[in-house]
C-alpha cells in the first residue's frame, strides 16, 4: 500500500523529515529511503516534495546543510538539524500527541 | 518573510547559476542513488534509471517544481516577462508609440496638475509644528462681512483671556518709506508684535528678533530687514546689525535679518510682500481701528472650533463696552489654508479634469490592447495548449501593460516638466504667492512617487479587462482558425463599445467645463464696469516723508502733480483718489442728518474715496445728479460729498438725496450731498456694487491718510504705458526723492481678480481638446478595427444586394448609437458635476443650456466625422475581393 505524501498535511511531512535528521545528518535520498523502510513503505516522498520541503525548512533555519562525500565516494548534500530545529521537532512531536490521542478519544467515543 | 529566507532568496537570485548547478548536481545524484538501489533488484542501469525517473518525476520538472516554490523564483518570472514584454513592444513600435504618448499625455498632465495641488495644499509650510498655527480674523454675521481684520482691543483680551492660545502674535500691513540708503524707496512693510517670529519659529539668520521692551509705541525703534531687500539695498553686507537706517523719516535700528525662504508665507497671499519689519505696535484695550491681523498657535489638542467658541465667548463680554465691536466674532483659518487663499475650487476642477484625461487615455489605450490581442489570439491559443494557466498569460500581458504605463510615466514626467512651465505663465498671483515652487520645475520625490503610482493604477485600469478578455482560452477554435483573420467576439467587441461610450461621455463633461468657464469669461468681459479701464494710466505715490506730514503739503503737491501731467501730451485728464476701483478701497462709517442715531452693529458704511475734481471725467463714471467737484470745493467752503446711487438707494430711496446731509467717521463736519454718481463694480465684475461716498481732496481734515494714486487718462487711442516715462519726470519735477510705486494700468487692475478664471479656462479647454481628440480617435480606431473584421459580411451583404448607401448607414448608425449613449450618460454626469464648480462660474448656470447644446453638437459632429473614414473604407469594399480572401 502507498499513500502519495500529497496526502500529508504539509506540516507532518517536515515533521517527519525532522524526526529523521534527529539521528543522525542526511542526505537526501537517505531521508526518502528511512521514511520509506521505517513506514514499512507507507511513505514514499518524490524528490520534489522532498527538496522543497528541505528548501523551506533550511530557510527557516530549522536544518542546515553541506556537501560531503557519500560512502559510495559520491559528492552529497547532508542535511543536519540545527538547535533551532530540535526545538521545533520537540514542540511539534507534542503537539502531534496531543492531536493524536485527542482525534483516538473522539474515536473510541463514538 | 523572514531575513534568512530572504537572505537566501537574495543568494540565489543573484548567484543563480552556482544555485542552478548544486540543485541539479543534488537532484541527478538523487536520481541515481534511486536507479543503484533498483539496480540491487537486478535492473540494468538504463531500467533503473527509467524506474527512479518514473516514479520522481523527470528531472527538469522536479527542478521547476523546486525552484517555483520560492520567492524569489516569482521576481525571476516577472524580470522574465518584463523582457519579454520590452521585446514584444519592439516588434510593433507604431502601436507602442501611439500607447505610450496617450498614456504619457494622461499621466503628464495629472503630475503637473498634482505638483501643483501638493505645493498649494498639501506641502505643509515651513514653520514649527505648522499644523497648530492659526490666522486670526473677524466676522459680523449679522451684517454679512467676513474675513475682516481686528482691532488691538480684540487682540488684547483674546491673547490675555483665552485658554486655547500657547501665544497670540497680530501685525499690521503699511508701507514705508526709506531714505539713507541709496535712491528713497518705497517698501511693503510690516508692524509686528515682538512674539511673531518666535511663535512661528523662524529664526532670523543675522541678529536677533524684537525684544519685549521694543513692543511699545514709545518703546527703542527697531527694525528688522528681509533677505531680499539686505541683499538688493545693503549688498549683503555683514556690518549692517546695529546700523540706523531712516524710515518715513524716523531713524530705525537695524537688529535683524530673515532668511529668505520665510518669504511671507504667514499673511494673506493678496497683500504685499514686506521687506521690513518694525517695532512698536500700539495694542491698547481701548482701540477698535480695525488694522490688525492675529497669528495664533493652539495648545495642542485644542481644535479650531474650541478656540473659536472660547474667543466668541471673549468677544460677547467685550462688546458692550464699545459700540464698534458689536456683531464681531472671531473667524479661524488654519494658516496653510490662508496662503493658499481661493485656489482651493480651482485646483479642485483642475485635478478632477486631468484624472478625466488620464481615464479616456486609459480607455483608448485598452481598445488598442484588445485589437492587438485580437491579433494575438494565436500565440495565447498556443501557450495555453502548451499548458500556460490563463492566469500565466494574464500576468504576461499585465507585465507588457506594465512596461507601456512606465515608458508612459517617463514621457509624463518630461511632459509634466514643461507643463509646470505652462502653467507658471498661466498662474495667477496669488497661485505663485502662496507656492513660489509651483514654478520651480524642479522633479521632487513625491512627485516621481505620485507619478509611478499613477502608472501602476493606469495598468490595472487599462491592461486589465484586456488582458482576462484576451487570455480567456478557445485553443481550439482559434487555432482551428490559423491563417485567418480571427474573429471577434461578442464579448470582446462589447467591451471595446463600453470603452469608446465611456470615453465620449469623459470628453462630454471636460468639454462641458471648459464650455462654461469660456462663457463666464466671455461674460465676464462684457460687463460694465461702471467706468472705462481703457487708457488709463495708474501709479502710487506714497507722499510718505517728513515734508508730507501736513495735509496742506500734500494737496499742494498734488495740485501741481496733477496740473504738470495734464500739460502733457497725449493726456486728455489726470486726477488723484485715495485707492482704485478693484485694488481695493477702504469703509468708513457715517450717520445721516435724517437718521443720527443709529443703533450699535447697524451704522451704515460705505467706500470711502478721496478724489481730485477731475476723477469722473478721468475714470469715466457717469453722473447721475447735480454736479462734480471743482475748484472752488476748499477748505474754506461748504463741505460737500459725492454718493453713488447704491447709497443713495439705500437710505434715501425714492427720494432726492441732493442737499442731504451725512457725517462721516462719526465726527468731524456735516457734508451736503450735491452729486451722485453712477455705480462702479468695485470689488471686481463678479460681485455687486457697494455704497460709496466721494470727498473733494481739498477739503480736510481727511480720515485716515489721504490720497496716494495718480489717474492719468490718454488722449485718443494712445497705450498708457507710453506715458509712464513723462509722468515719473513730472513727479520728480516736483520732488526729485519721491519714490513712485505700482505702476500700472487700469485694464491690468481690472483683469487681475479674473487671472484665476483665466488660468483655469485655458487648462480646461487644453485638456477638454485633449480629450476630444482622443476620443475621436478612440472611435475611429475601433471602428475600423470593426470594419476590418467585417470585411466578409459587408462583401456579402453587397454581394446580395446591397447598396453602398446602405453600407454607409449601417456602419454611421452604429456609431451613432455609440456616441448618442456616450453623449447621453455624460450628460447625466456633466449635471451633477458641474455643480462643483460653481464658485468659478460668474453669469452662467451650471447647467447652461447654450452651453450644453453646443458641446451636443460638437461632439456628435467630431463622432461622425471620426467614423466617416472607415465608414468609407466599409463603402468601397469590393464583394468579390471580400469573399475571395477568406
Not at chain 2, 498634482?114 to 497648530?132: C, E, H, M, Q, T
Not at chain 2, 481686528?150 to 497680530?170: L, M, N, T, Y
Request: charged content about 20%; aromatic content about 8%; hydrophobic content about 45%.
Amino acid at each position: 500500500m502507498t499513500t502519495t505524501p500529497s496526502d500529508l498535511v504539509q506540516g507532518t511531512l517536515d515533521m517527519l523529515i525532522l524526526k529523521t535528521l534527529a539521528l543522525q545528518p542526511m542526505h537526501g535520498y537517505g531521508i526518502t529511503m528511512r521514511l520509506e523502510q521505517v513506514s514499512n513503505g507507507v511513505f514514499r516522498v518524490n524528490a520534489g516534495s522532498l527538496f522543497v520541503a528541505l528548501q523551506r525548512l533550511e530557510r527557516a533555519g530549522l536544518i542546515k546543510s553541506e556537501w560531503k562525500a557519500t560512502e559510495n565516494s559520491r559528492r552529497a548534500k547532508y542535511y543536519t538539524l540545527t538547535q533551532r530545529g530540535r526545538k521545533r521537532l520537540d514542540s511539534e512531536e507534542k503537539e502531534w500527541e496531543r492531536q493524536v490521542a485527542a482525534i483516538a478519544r473522539i474515536l473510541e467515543a463514538s | 518573510m523572514s531575513v534568512r529566507s530572504m537572505a537566501a532568496g537574495l543568494r540565489s537570485l543573484f548567484r543563480k547559476e552556482r544555485a542552478e548547478m548544486e540543485l541539479d548536481e543534488e537532484l541527478t545524484g538523487f536520481l541515481e542513488m534511486a536507479a543503484e538501489e533498483r539496480m540491487k533488484e537486478g535492473m540494468t542501469r538504463q531500467e533503473a534509471l527509467r524506474a527512479a525517473r518514473l516514479e520522481h518525476g523527470s528531472l527538469e520538472v522536479t527542478k521547476e517544481v523546486i525552484r517555483s516554490a520560492t520567492w524569489e523564483s516569482f521576481i525571476d518570472t516577472c524580470w522574465r516577462d518584463f523582457r519579454f514584454g520590452v521585446r514584444t513592444l519592439c516588434k510593433s513600435p507604431g502601436f507602442t508609440a501611439v500607447a505610450i504618448i496617450t498614456l504619457g499625455l494622461g499621466i503628464g498632465a495629472n503630475a503637473a496638475i498634482f505638483s501643483a495641488v501638493y505645493a498649494v495644499l498639501l506641502k505643509p509650510i515651513p514653520f514649527k509644528d505648522s499644523d497648530r498655527l492659526v490666522f486670526i480674523e473677524k466676522q459680523n454675521q449679522p451684517r454679512g462681512w467676513t474675513r475682516n481684520p481686528i482691532s488691538p482691543a480684540e487682540i488684547v483680551a483674546w491673547r490675555s483671556e483665552s485658554g486655547a492660545f500657547d501665544d497670540v502674535a497680530a501685525y499690521q500691513e503699511k508701507s514705508c518709506v526709506l531714505t539713507g540708503v541709496g535712491e528713497a524707496e518705497e517698501d511693503p512693510c510690516e508692524v509686528i508684535t515682538s512674539n511673531l517670529f518666535p511663535l512661528l519659529g523662524a529664526v532670523p539668520i543675522r541678529g536677533r528678533t524684537f525684544s519685549t521692551d521694543e513692543d511699545q509705541p514709545g518703546g527703542p525703534r527697531v527694525v528688522i530687514l528681509s533677505y531680499r531687500l539686505w541683499q538688493k539695498r545693503f549688498t549683503a553686507e555683514e556690518k549692517v546689525i546695529g546700523r540706523a537706517i531712516n524710515i518715513d523719516g524716523d531713524s530705525y535700528t537695524v537688529v535683524g535679518v530673515m532668511p529668505s525662504n520665510l518669504s511671507h508665507l504667514y499673511a494673506s497671499p493678496y497683500g504685499a510682500v514686506p521687506e521690513l519689519w518694525v517695532s512698536g505696535i500700539a495694542l491698547s484695550p481701548t482701540t477698535v481701528w480695525n488694522d490688525y491681523f492675529g497669528i495664533g498657535r493652539l495648545k495642542p489638542g485644542i481644535s479650531l472650533q474650541q478656540a473659536e467658541s472660547q474667543m466668541d465667548a471673549i468677544s460677547a463680554r467685550i462688546e458692550p463696552m464699545n459700540p464698534d465691536l458689536k456683531g464681531w466674532r472671531a473667524q479661524l483659518m488654519t494658516l496653510r489654508r490662508n496662503t493658499s487663499g481661493d485656489t482651493r475650487p480651482a485646483l479642485f476642477v483642475l485635478m478632477v479634469a486631468v484624472i478625466f484625461v488620464l481615464l479616456i487615455a486609459c480607455a483608448n489605450v485598452a481598445n488598442l490592447l484588445l485589437a492587438r490581442g485580437a491579433r494575438r489570439a494565436n500565440e495565447f491559443a498556443v501557450r495555453n495548449a502548451l499548458g500556460a494557466s490563463q492566469g500565466r498569460v494574464v500576468r504576461q500581458l499585465l507585465t507588457e501593460s506594465l512596461v507601456i504605463s512606465i515608458a508612459g510615466g517617463v514621457c509624463g514626467l518630461l511632459l509634466a516638466t514643461l507643463g509646470r512651465k505652462g502653467l507658471a505663465v498661466l498662474a495667477p498671483q496669488v497661485l505663485l504667492r502662496s507656492a513660489p515652487d509651483v514654478a520651480v520645475a524642479a522633479a521632487d520625490f513625491r512627485i516621481l512617487a505620485f507619478t509611478f503610482l499613477v502608472a501602476i493604477v493606469t495598468t490595472v485600469l487599462f491592461g486589465l479587462a484586456p488582458a482576462l478578455q484576451n487570455a480567456r482560452p478557445h485553443v481550439t477554435e482559434t487555432l482551428k482558425e490559423t491563417g485567418r483573420s480571427s474573429l471577434q467576439s461578442p464579448r470582446s467587441r462589447r467591451l471595446r463599445s463600453t470603452l469608446v461610450v465611456c470615453e465620449i461621455a469623459l470628453a462630454f463633461v471636460l468639454l462641458i467645463g471648459a464650455g462654461l468657464m469660456i462663457r463666464t469669461l466671455a461674460g465676464l468681459g462684457h460687463v460694465n464696469l461702471g467706468f472705462n479701464p481703457t487708457n488709463v494710466l495708474t501709479l502710487r505715490v506714497p507722499l510718505s516723508s517728513e515734508r508730507y506730514r501736513e495735509p496742506q503739503a500734500r494737496a499742494q503737491f498734488w495740485e501741481q502733480a496733477v496740473s504738470a501731467v495734464e500739460t502733457l501730451p497725449n493726456v486728455e485728464s489726470a486726477s488723484v483718489s485715495r485707492g482704485l476701483p478693484i485694488s481695493g478701497w477702504d469703509g468708513q462709517f457715517f450717520t445721516t442728518a435724517d437718521d443720527p442715531n443709529p443703533p450699535a452693529g447697524q451704522v451704515p458704511d460705505a467706500n470711502y474715496v478721496v478724489v481730485g475734481p477731475n476723477y469722473f471725467r478721468t475714470m469715466q463714471i457717469s453722473l447721475r445728479g447735480g454736479r462734480t467737484f471743482n475748484d472752488h470745493d476748499t477748505n474754506a467752503s461748504e463741505r460737500v460729498v459725492i454718493v453713488n446711487e447704491e447709497l443713495a438707494r439705500l437710505y434715501w430711496s425714492g427720494q432726492n438725496v441732493l442737499g442731504k446731509m451725512l457725517q462721516i467717521g462719526g465726527a468731524g463736519p456735516w457734508r451736503t450731498i450735491v452729486g451722485v454718481a453712477g455705480n462702479v463694480l468695485s470689488q471686481g465684475p463678479d460681485a455687486g456694487f457697494h455704497s460709496e461716498m466721494y470727498i473733494p481732496y481739498q477739503q480736510f481734515p481727511w480720515l485716515m491718510d489721504g490720497p496716494k494714486h495718480l489717474v492719468v487718462r490718454t488722449s485718443g487711442n494712445v497705450r498708457p504705458e507710453t506715458l509712464v516715462r513723462s509722468v515719473v519726470q513730472e513727479i520728480h519735477r516736483i520732488d526729485k526723492d519721491q519714490p513712485v510705486a505700482d505702476i500700472a494700468t487700469m485694464e491690468q487692475i481690472a483683469l487681475e481678480p479674473l487671472a484665476q478664471q483665466h488660468m483655469v479656462m485655458a487648462l480646461l479647454a487644453s485638456f477638454a481638446g485633449l480629450a476630444l481628440i482622443l476620443s475621436a480617435l478612440g472611435i475611429y480606431s475601433v471602428l475600423s478595427y470593426s470594419i476590418a473584421q467585417q470585411t466578409r459580411e459587408i462583401g456579402l451583404r453587397m454581394a446580395l444586394g446591397a447598396q453602398q448607401g446602405n453600407v454607409l448607414r449601417l456602419v454611421i448608425g452604429g456609431c451613432a448609437r455609440l456616441a448618442a449613449i456616450g453623449i447621453a450618460v455624460g450628460l447625466t454626469a456633466a449635471l451633477t458635476l458641474t455643480q462643483l464648480m460653481k464658485v468659478l462660474l460668474f453669469g452662467v448656470r451650471p447647467t447652461d443650456p447654450f452651453t450644453f447644446t453646443a458641446v451636443i453638437a460638437l461632439l456628435a459632429v467630431t463622432s461622425i466625422l471620426a467614423c466617416y473614414i472607415p465608414a468609407r473604407r466599409a463603402m468601397r469594399v469590393d464583394p468579390i475581393e471580400a469573399l475571395r480572401c477568406e
